[in-house]
């Protein structure tokens, strides 16, 4: 128990950060969706922002998982979705705030389709993108056992 605690501590800015983000991209997109004539370039720069940012991040996750690779087994759904290498917790947080960047985003571009609002279902890269670095520096996986067969 101490160990999630430990890991809950260690990466609380990493999920203040996601949340952070959900709420800045839902509080953005509820005036674009109702009047995109004011609102749909800002949008569609916080929904670009959130894009590059959580590509950055990705890239981020993935080089920290390469080198953790070295040891341990990590795996695509426990790097990118959390399963099995976080506490509960920790899995709610993120994946929530990923599953409302994503519905939010698709929403807002079905009901303002053929407009910059549109980009908005490029945002949830954002909560990609915490998610993997937060199960990437902090996640728990498989120890790696040595390989026989290369001699």
């Known amino acids: 128990m101490s160990n999630q605690r430990a890991q809950w501590a260690d990466g609380q800015?990493?999920?203040n950060w996601s949340w952070f983000g959900t709420v800045v991209f839902c509080v953005a997109a509820i005036p674009a969706t109702i009047w995109p004539s004011w609102?749909?370039?800002p949008f569609?720069?916080?929904s670009m922002g959130m894009f590059l940012a959580g590509t950055v991040l990705l890239a981020w996750a993935l080089w920290i998982a390469v080198q953790r690779s070295r040891y341990f087994v990590v795996g695509?759904?426990?790097l990118f979705?959390?399963?099995g290498s976080a506490p509960g917790q920790v899995q709610k947080i993120l994946l929530s705030s990923l599953c409302i960047e994503v519905v939010v985003g698709f929403l807002a571009a079905t009901l303002r389709i053929y407009t910059p609002v549109t980009?908005?279902?490029l945002a949830p890269v954002w909560a990609l993108g915490l998610t993997?670095?937060?199960c990437a520096r902090f996640g728990s996986f498989e120890v790696r056992q040595n390989d026989q067969?290369?001699?």
Do not use: C, D, E
């Open 39 to 41: 609102f749909q370039w």
């Open 44 to 46: 569609m720069a916080v």
């Open 132 to 134: 993997s670095l937060w």
């Open 81 to 83: 979705f959390t399963v």
């Open 119 to 121: 980009f908005g279902i």
């Open 149 to 151: 067969r290369n001699g």
């Open 76 to 78: 695509i759904g426990g």
């Open 13 to 15: 800015a990493i999920l």
